[in-house]
């Protein structure tokens, strides 16, 4: 028996926005305890709710949610309909309220992160769930979680009731993913808003979660429920004119005015208008329903005020008839199979089956089939299907990339630190450019200055004065070379410090992206990137080591000349001291070379693993071609041994009807024998009869 059970209405008094503060526009809405009272044309109106949230006490989304929302989150785990609405005008806070912002989340997103909370309590349960996305403007539907162009139909289903044939159905399967199509498709529906002057004031939108939970390994059937959250748009007072345009708006407020208010008791208008019946199960219907009446607090918007709560009034007094819905699809599943076999075998059981039975066969086949469309895994395929589609549409309307960045939302920080950690980068990169060529230049000139110093010993006119001049000039330049290298030495590494943070952000990037599953297109994009990044990084490291081994070599090389001019002048121990010298710098080019072997095996090695991951990726792919090849072939081999079955079988029924037919023929030439006959013997007692005198009854045949 259906339960009787009456829409809850609540009021929802948005603060002044900063804008209406600044312009200090007057409010003209106050609250007093279950009442809203709204000043308009010097009078005071009231009207009373099931609760009101005033703009003057800081109330959060959630707070609303869990006081109003919750309890309504528990009766949809129990199967009924549930249906949470926010209804107002143009800038009253539907939005605010039902989708919210990141730091105060509206009604949808908590609902949404609730049910999964609750979900994950109800380990004995299994869970098929499911979300569509409508937006209706005026007479038009769109298909918010994928916008494509076909028509779409409002269909009513027996047992399901009221369906949008057309409407995307995307199976999800965790918090993540509901949470995010909701997102993608509300920032759907503003950009779209933005293409038609004044939509916003007259789309309506409806997001909904259909569930279906069965209890694991045991009974067959289960409940489902579906729970809309819907963003609906009311205006200006009926019979203005600018109402006359808006249609979708008006049919809904002649709803809720048939539903309780002056028009109650006429018939419900549902069908005028494409909005009121899509929500007509919310309306009046099988659904346990919340409405929060939203309105503006400032004066300029008291007319919408008025009539928002006028009509969430009508909604008040208006009885749902609630009920569980069972979920039948196993049950029956099982029947329609038990029936098929049982009426298979009657009929392979005779030779001249009835031609009833082979019809109803053909109905059970067929109903089958319609069930098993609506099995979970059948439906997971096809929504599979529709994800496909979902990108190029998404694509097609320049919408994909604003709406997939969405989902690196939660990297947006470590993104932020690997644009600061570049940034560093550069700085030190191009001071450590800068060093380098003074070091460059402090080595030509030291060069330079080392060979006018054995042009001017080999000349002969020496000097005390210029000897010890040019010398102590030339040990001068030595120890400046000595200090900029150092500085280059630290700057170089700093920037390997700066390499290894900037590894370690993009490690913690790749795992975040490895757990982005389903995305190949993307991790590919990103694995290439990388690997160019760290090739050029290579090249970079190993272009900049050969350039200090061929300044240390050439270091080297004047040192050698400057001993070989200077050997005159230096002291004993001098010479022994650039010896040493020139042995360290000796073994130093081993080391360099190996340290550049090292890199280049490095190299190696990362391009070896990169063709892994790519070789592991392709033979994936091959992988599921041929299951794919495989699945394809085992459903045409199934095709042609029902083929061959249905020849057989109708080739029989032939066979056997051609028999009938010979038979009926040969059966009818017989009894028209047997009557000529009996007509003959007939005829013949008559005449004998006649003979005799008798006389004769009058006749009959
Ligand atoms: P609607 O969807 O009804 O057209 P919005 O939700 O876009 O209206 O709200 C209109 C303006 O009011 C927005 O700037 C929004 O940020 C602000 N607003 C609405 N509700 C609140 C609230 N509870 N707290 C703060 N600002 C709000
Ligand atoms: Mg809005």
Redesign the pocket.
Known sequence: MPESVQIKVYG?C??P?QEEADKGMKTVVKCSGDKMLVESGGKEHSFSFDGVYS?DVKVK?EQIYKERCEPLLQRALEGFNVSII?L??????????MSG?ES?PGIAPCFIRNLYQAIGERSNKEFFITVSYLEVLDLKMSDLLNPHVNQMKIRHHPHKGIFIEGLSEIVVHNWEEMNQLYEQGTRVKKLGAKDIISS?ARAHSVFTITIEQRTRQSSKVGVRSVICLA?LAIGEPAGTSVNEAIPGVKGLMNVLSALGGPKKGSPVPYRDSTITRVLQDSLGGNSVTLIFA?V?PVDKAHKDTLNTLQYASYAKSTKNHVKANLDETAEIIVDLRDEIAKLRDKIASTSTPSRDDVHKLEDLVQDLQIAKMSTWAEREKLSKKVEEERKVNLANKGLLDWVTDSMKKGDKELQEKMLILQKEKDVLTSQYSERRKTVDGLNEELQKKIAEYSKYQDSGKLTDSETKKRVTAIHELKEKLKKESEVLKQIKSQLKDLAEKQKEERDEAKSQMSAMKGNTELRQQVEKEERLKIEKENRAMIADEMEKMKTELETEKSHIQLKLTENKTHSTQEVAQLEIKLAEMKLEKPVTTMKIQLLEQEKDRLIRELDDVYQVHKDEVEYQRLRHLETFRAYREMFEEQKVALDQRYRQLLEDAIQDAVFLSSRNSELQEENQSLRQQNAEMRDSITKLGGRLPSQTI
Do not use: E, F, W
């Open positions: 929802r948005r603060p926005t703009s989304n926010g107002g005008a143009a800038s009253a806070g539907k939005t605010y309220l912002t105060d916003q963003d939203v503006s």
